[in-house]
């Protein structure tokens, strides 16, 4: 992994989506060729009669007669062929065709896997409910959003024994976030940051961002204050992406000499669990959660300013889930940045693959928090050399399939836990659940 090292010294934290902000500023492209009218984008998107054969068979939506009968994709041999309405696929488990390697892009169809089978997600582009919400306001005007749905329909669409290919979404995932251009081996978690902020801001159903609220919510009981601040990113940010990814996070810091304790209620789109060190030892899930919440003292250069004895103090600082999202994706920080060289955590983390509960870590009293495990994105090899797979499983079949690039295998649930586990993707078993 030649940029791992780089890539690492950039400082990553939970509340994504501001973060990402500074780091478009200035970019202009030219968006002229992506201006695509919205009923031309509809009839790109049905992808023919074999499209709409299967989304009818899967009970999906009717969709409108396209002029077009068939569709060229690219093939693992990057030759096209042409699909037309395979009298064999309503047999056949759909999800299951495997994605190009472009050249060190082992991250991108590791990622894309995982999303491809974020049911949800997933049907947001099959049923093409994505175009009514597209932003013409976003930067790139919508070519983001645009490409990835055709390549979840191309992954939905093809033969399981085909693949295909992801270089034109490849083309506007660089343009949106430069620093993936090239074939240089990147992080996933990083990747999987910035795509989905691209996906959200095209289609963000706020078309005209109200100014930022400077207004001060201390005074508030902090149940008030977790909805007025959740109220706030919503007026700015509110999409399906959102809707799905995003939950909040509460940070209690608290004043040692005054016992005064502030609040702060943000937004995340994953969590970067620490992984206890225990020798060789095998750590749990549940560890590296509780190593995450645990409360930590701020003491010497780290000492914040206490609101009220207006001075810097030793704290103690705690964090607390205060809105579990519906797809809760975990990340496990295997990579450090030591003073000589990156190194690597090969620790075993036993995850759960279903009734992951995570009441104990909610900041209110909650009824329901309990997750099931459908993906993992992997890394094998070092911070030198590695390689990324993704474990998947299934929302129509409920099977386990290991997605290697171009090659897709069915696998066995009780392979799905390894050491070589980075980024875990859980949904929430109930919607009723949700705070």
Not at 21 to 38: C, M, R, V
Not at 73 to 93: A, I, Y
Not at 179 to 199: C, I, K, S
Not at 326 to 343: D, P, T, Y
Request: glycine share 4%.
């Amino acid at each position: 992994m030649s940029q791992l090292s780089s890539t690492l010294k950039r400082r990553r934290r939970a509340i994504s989506h501001s973060d990402l902000a500074q780091e478009f500023s200035g970019l202009h492209t030219s968006d002229s060729a992506y201006a695509s009218s919205p009923s031309a984008l509809y009839q790109a998107a049905t992808r023919s009669d074999y499209v709409r054969d299967y989304l009818e068979k899967s009970s999906y939506c009717s969709l409108p007669s396209s002029p077009s009968s068939s569709q060229l994709c690219e093939r693992d041999d990057g030759h096209g062929s042409t699909h037309g309405p395979d009298p064999m696929s309503s047999k056949v488990v759909q999800g299951l065709t495997g994605l190009r390697n472009l050249g060190n892009t082992c991250f991108m169809n590791s990622i894309l896997q995982c999303l491809s089978n974020t049911k949800e997600l997933r049907d947001y582009c099959l049923q093409n409910q994505y175009l009514r919400d597209l932003n013409n306001n976003s930067r790139m005007r919508t070519a983001l959003m645009s490409e990835f749905a055709k390549l979840i329909q191309l992954l939905w669409t093809s033969s399981p024994n085909d693949s295909v290919s992801p270089s034109e979404f490849k083309t506007q995932i660089q343009r949106y976030a430069p620093r993936f251009v090239g074939y240089n081996q990147q992080d996933a978690q990083e990747f999987l940051r910035f795509l989905l902020d691209g996906l959200h801001s095209e289609v963000n159903r706020v078309l005209v961002r109200p100014r930022a609220n400077a207004d001060t919510l201390d005074h508030l009981p902090d149940d008030e204050k977790s909805r007025q601040m959740w109220r706030r990113y919503q007026e700015r940010e509110d999409s399906r992406v959102s809707d799905l990814f995003v939950g909040q996070l509460k940070s209690s810091l608290t004043c040692s000499e005054c016992g005064y304790c502030s609040t702060a209620f943000d937004p995340f789109w994953d969590l970067s669990l620490p992984i206890p060190k225990k020798g060789y030892g095998e750590v749990t899930l549940m560890d590296c959660l509780r190593l995450f919440t645990k409360e930590d003292v701020l003491d010497g250069d780290e000492k914040p300013t206490c609101c009220r004895c207006k001075a810097r103090t030793r704290c103690t600082k705690k964090f607390s889930i205060q809105k579990f999202p519906k797809i809760l994706v975990l990340h496990l920080k295997r990579f450090s940045e030591a003073r000589i060289r990156a190194s690597k955590l090969s620790t075993f983390v036993n995850f759960p693959l279903k009734d992951l509960d995570l009441r104990e870590f909610a900041s209110q009293s909650c009824n329901h928090a309990v997750y099931n495990l459908y993906a993992v994105s992997n890394h094998s090899g070092t911070t030198m050399g590695g390689h990324y797979t993704a474990y998947c499983k299934s929302p129509i079949s409920s099977e386990w399939h290991s997605f290697n690039d171009s090659r897709v295998t069915p696998m066995s649930s009780s392979h799905v836990r390894s050491s070589d586990a980075y980024l875990l993707f859980y949904e929430l078993a109930s919607p009723s659940s949700r705070m």
